[in-house]
């Protein structure tokens, strides 16, 4: 089964430093934010995708 991780707030800060904690332990995400620009840049930087 694999391990999913919601993260809210992950387009800045301490959001952001989590979902990429995640990533790299192999959680697949999902990034909730208020900004879509930056939660845009966080999905790019770990190789996911925006909808």
């Known amino acids: 089964m694999d391990k ?6 992950g387009s800045r800060g301490i ?3 989590v979902a990429q904690l ?3 332990k192999g959680y697949r ?3 909730i934010a ?3 620009e930056g939660a845009k840049a966080t999905a790019g930087d770990l190789g ?3 909808f």
């Open 22 to 24: 995640m990533a790299r």
């Open 4 to 9: 999913v991780c919601a993260v809210f707030g």
């Open 34 to 36: 208020r900004n879509l």
């Open 48 to 50: 996911g995708i925006v």
């Open 15 to 17: 959001g952001r430093a």
């Open 29 to 31: 995400l999902a990034i």
